[in-house]
Every structure is written in structure tokens, then in C-alpha cells.
């Protein structure tokens, strides 16, 4: 049985604080229906104990996926001997360090999977606080949501009623680090954190927002990318916005206009 595991971009992400070592957000997250990796969950000749994955790219050998098996292992006492049986092959297509969210979304399908497949009972509510301890942005993808407002690290997530726009994506041949960008955030820009930036942005449609917010002011993660990764400038236009810690750009098929809408308003 196949899987889809979805893209997402953040048309916005607003830094509002710390939290020991991790950052608090004001983000939308919207998913990409067009780009999506698949699992596919298929027996194996031959009963064997262990997680068998097979990838149609090479991934560490601690990936979002082990993390998530070992967590519902957790959950879930059991589960193993269902992958005596089973395998699980990742077709992958999502870039990774792209900021789109790939290994993120394959945890949240995995979870997903599992809980349908051996018939797991477990609630929404419960698979996102597994994923949490997985990534930030795998809630989100545990709810399957088209487009939903995202805040504090990851966890409060509100569903966004809204015909989601269909997006022009271009992902530069460069894989941005997700912790590097990060860390270069809290160096030097960690001042501009603004426990009220974006309050107002949280009621706005997706392709408003892109037709009014200037791309560096809407993500906040912009101008620390561009500080690691400074190739990213040759991709950089007014009309370009970028897509969580990067390095994915994306933009409404029409010319957005310059007009800008100020944070926190």
C-alpha cells in the first residue's frame, strides 16, 4: 500500500522568541499538493526481525523515519512484529534541505501509515505529539491540512480555511542546513524576534499575503540563509519568496505587487 507524504512552504515565518535551545514561530504553512514523496509499505520475501528501508536516495543512517519508528515502538508496543513482515520503500522526489519539508512529511505519512495499516487507534492529537519529538513541522503534516497557521515550536497549529493558490516553486541546486541557518539566525538577528510580528497576518489569505508582503520581511530566516548560503542571492527577486530555512523560492504565477504590509499590524 502506497502513501503520499506532501510538500508544504511557508508563505510567512515570523521568529517570536526562544525556548532553551529551539525557536518559537508565527508561520503559514501551506501544502503542495503537486510535489510529494511516496511509501510504499510492502511484505518481505521473508519473515526477518528490524526496520528494513530502502531509499531511492541515500539518507543517513538515523533519518526521520527510524526516529519515528523507534518513537511509536514507544506508543505502541507491537509494532515490530509488523515489520517482521513488512518493509517500507521511500520513492523520494521532495528536495531535500529545500525547505519544503521532505523528511518532516514522510515522518508524519510513516505515523500515518502505521497507525492505519496495524490498526493503532491513535488519535490526531496523540501521532503529532510523537512528531513533535521528530521535527517542528511534522504536526503539521500528521493533519493533513491544506493550509493552517502555525505557532509556538511547532505545536499549536489552527487549520486556515482558504483555496490554497497554486505556486511557481525553483529550488537551486543547494542544500541548506536547517540547524546552520538557525544558529546564524540567533547570532545575528535574534534581535529582530517580536513576540507580536505577523498578529495580523495570522487572518489574511495565502495569495494576499504574497500579492502584499515583501519576500525578506516574510520570513525571517531570509536574510540568516543568505548569510550561510550566500549563492542564494542569484536567485533572490523582488518577487521570489523563500520557503522556511531554504532553499526552496516560490512565487503566484502573476507578478506580485511591492506593496507592503508591516509586521504586527
Not at 508524519?108 to 521535527?135: D, Q, T, V
Not at 542546513?177 to 495580523?200: K, N, P, W
Request: proline share 6%; net charge neutral; charged share 25%.
Amino acid at each position: 500500500m502506497t502513501f503520499k507524504a506532501y510538500a508544504k512552504v511557508n508563505i510567512f515565518l515570523k521568529i517570536t522568541g526562544v525556548r532553551g535551545p529551539y525557536h518559537e514561530l508565527r508561520s503559514r504553512f501551506v501544502r503542495v499538493d503537486s510535489l510529494f514523496d511516496s511509501l510504499t509499505f510492502s511484505r518481505k520475501k521473508s519473515p526477518a526481525p528490524g526496520f528494513e528501508l530502502i531509499s531511492s536516495v541515500p539518507l543517513p543512517r538515523i533519518n526521520t523515519l527510524t526516529r519515528a519508528y523507534e518513537l511509536l515502538k514507544e506508543a505502541a508496543p507491537g509494532i515490530e512484529k509488523f515489520f517482521e513482515t513488512h518493509k517500507v520503500i521511500l520513492e523520494k522526489r521532495i528536495p531535500q534541505g529545500a525547505g519544503l519539508g521532505g523528511g518532516s512529511s514522510d515522518a508524519a505519512a510513516f505515523l500515518n501509515a502505521c497507525n492505519e495499516l496495524y490498526g493503532l487507534h491513535l488519535s490526531k492529537e496523540n501521532l503529532a505529539r510523537i512528531g513533535e519529538k521528530i521535527g517542528a513541522d511534522v504536526p503539521f503534516f500528521v493533519h493533513g491540512y491544506a493550509s493552517a497557521n502555525v505557532e509556538g515550536v511547532g505545536e499549536r497549529i489552527e487549520p486556515f480555511e482558504e483555496d490554497v493558490p497554486k505556486l511557481q516553486l525553483l529550488t537551486p541546486p543547494l542544500h541548506c542546513d536547517t540547524g546552520l541557518v538557525y544558529r546564524a539566525f540567533r547570532e545575528h538577528f535574534i534581535q529582530e524576534a517580536d513576540r507580536e510580528a505577523a498578529a495580523s497576518w495570522k487572518d489574511m489569505k495565502s495569495d494576499e499575503l504574497l500579492k502584499t508582503l515583501d519576500p525578506v520581511e516574510a520570513n525571517d530566516l531570509y536574510k540568516a540563509a543568505l548569510t550561510v548560503y550566500p549563492r542564494l542571492h542569484r536567485f533572490a527577486t523582488p518577487n521570489r519568496f523563500f520557503s522556511g530555512s531554504g532553499s526552496t523560492f516560490f512565487h503566484l504565477p502573476e507578478q506580485p505587487s511591492s506593496r507592503r504590509v508591516q509586521s504586527g499590524q
